[in-house]
């Protein structure tokens, strides 16, 4: 999944892992370039335009939560449109390499910038290390014929992640994820799919309005210039798990009304990232309903501090509170941690 997410964050849409395979599955009578389909599907270079209706299931901190979105994709730009989410629907628009994810409630334009076809090659290399991939049989999704593609660990042997891939457009109509310990983590599922749609342009428009607060989500920066800029020293780890390979350093905005700001360093094996944040202890947090200081005892609404999934890889060390966030085991995310300088 993507790198650049808010700890604390609830699904709002369906996502999907940038993934791909090389491999040539052999069906009876032809051949099958599922390198080819594969690729097209997950770096989203298929020109058909279509509109599409999903449905996605996330498990979150031991909850089920299940949400319906619409889809409009023309081009390279694509639209998520949660459904059912009250009189103003929050929405995500992927343009190029930007992308813009408005949420209603706190009239927020996140703001994230990416070279989003340069990652996924680089995650493409990786997943081949890492993963081994095989097409087990086709499927009908939404009306629609699809291969059944699996993913699977080439240290563990589980299975990470299945797709279903529509074999005439190359167009991903099923998703389902499993965490590090076997167990369903998410999913989402195309009900109703229209090909070759006409979508108006105005879609994809981004507001202007001045009410609207709009936040740069992270912005790529090196390490020196972190330190420098948070006033702590910044610094990898010196243990990530086996495949993992460093993916980017950033400066992370806090997306919820605390304000802090943090170091990001992301590290991905091809298929799943984690993200190690490194926030100065003494930033005083800016929400009315909390005025705490990192590291202090007491209520914090901060979503990088105070949320349950970031508190089992969190340490502090020095000036600075380091939190490992993943889909890894709690001993290796504290492992990671530690291993902080």
Known sequence: MSARRPIKAVLIFGTIAAVTVMLCLRMPGRTINADRIITE????????????????????????????????????????????????????????????????????????????????????????????????GEELVAGNKAYVVE????????????????????????????????????????????????????????????????????????????????????????????????????LYNSQCNCNHRSAQLTYTDGLNTLSVFETPINQPCRDTKCNTQLGNSGHTECELQGCEAAKTGQIRRGNKIITVVGDITSDELRRIAESVP
């Open 41 to 136: 599907a997950l770096m989203r270079h298929g020109k058909t335009n279509y509109t599409a209706l999903i449905e996605t299931e996330i498990t979150y901190m031991g909850k089920k939560l299940r949400a319906k979105a619409r889809i409009l994709h023309s081009g390279t730009n694509e639209k998520i449109v949660r459904l059912g989410s009250g009189r103003e629907s929050a929405w995500s628009i992927a343009r190029e390499n930007t992308t813009y994810t408005y949420l209603p409630k706190d009239k927020v334009l996140l703001i994230s910038n990416s070279n989003r076809s340069e990652a996924n090659r680089e995650r493409i290399r990786l997943l081949l290390n890492n993963y081994r991939v095989a097409c087990i």
């Open 151 to 250: 993913i699977r660990s080439r240290q563990f042997g589980t299975t990470n992640k299945k797709l279903w891939i529509d074999k005439r457009h190359h167009t991903l109509l099923r998703s389902v994820d499993y965490s590090a310990t076997g167990k369903k983590r998410s999913s989402m599922n195309t009900t109703q799919i229209n090909y070759g749609a006409r979508i108006d342009p105005a879609e994809f428009y981004i507001p202007s309005d001045p009410s609207i607060k709009r936040l740069i989500a992270c912005i790529p920066a090196e390490p020196a210039y972190l330190s420098r800029t948070l006033k702590i020293s910044v610094r990898s780890p010196n243990y990530v798990p086996q495949g993992y390979v460093s993916e980017g350093h950033y």
